[in-house]
């Protein structure tokens, strides 16, 4: 909004008014030229803040997401040695069973070999005494046929165990890397 100048009656006395009435024209078009130059100047500030502003933005944007990009592969990294030692401890636990279970059973085939060895022994003493010890006999068979029962039952709640601690550990790792993908995406869209 351009201000008009207004001089005193002075000048227009001692210069006439339409020398005074140029002077005002002439001083009013500077004051224009001034608003305009002004203005301009002021929007082409604005146009480089907003780009420097801009720019500064996505510099900060990208060193975000590299920061965000190397956190992630870092948490990668340590979940897979995580995993990796959560297998190696699984495999070692896994062989001590087998080697629990195989001495078990040479144990118990060793038993059963002796008894059975001792019962042939018997048997070959006098027949009456394998007919009296045939009802001994019979109940060291039993006896025997009941330690492989248990055993048997060991070892299928072994198994059990065994498996029910694959699928508690293999439920837990495809949780926790559902929960580390679906948080990369999550991360890795915006």
Not at 26 to 35: F, G, K, P, Q, S
Request: hydrophobic residues 40%; charged residues 25%; aromatic residues 6%.
């Amino acid at each position: 909004m351009p201000v008009t100048g207004r001089l005193s009656s002075k000048f227009y006395e001692r210069l006439g008014d339409d020398v005074t009435n140029e002077l005002v024209d002439w001083l009013n078009a500077v004051d224009l030229t001034y608003r305009t130059q002004l203005k301009e100047v002021n929007d082409l500030n604005w146009e480089r803040m907003t780009a420097t502003l801009k720019s500064e933005m996505a510099s900060l944007r990208e060193d975000l997401r590299a920061e965000l990009r190397a956190d992630t592969a870092s948490i990668r990294a340590e979940f897979n040695v995580g995993l990796v030692d959560i297998r190696t401890e699984l495999n070692v636990g896994l062989v001590d069973m087998r080697t629990e279970f195989n001495v078990g059973l040479a144990d118990v085939r060793t038993e059963f070999n002796a008894g059975r060895a001792d019962i042939r022994a018997e048997l070959s003493t006098t027949r009456g005494e394998q007919r009296s010890d045939a009802g001994g006999l019979r109940t060291e068979m039993a006896t025997a046929h009941a330690g492989l029962v248990t055993l048997r039952t060991e070892m299928g709640a072994m198994r059990g165990d065994l498996l029910k601690w694959m699928f508690i550990y293999w439920c837990g790792s495809v949780i926790a890397t559902v929960g580390l993908i679906a948080g990369v995406g999550i991360f890795g869209s915006r």
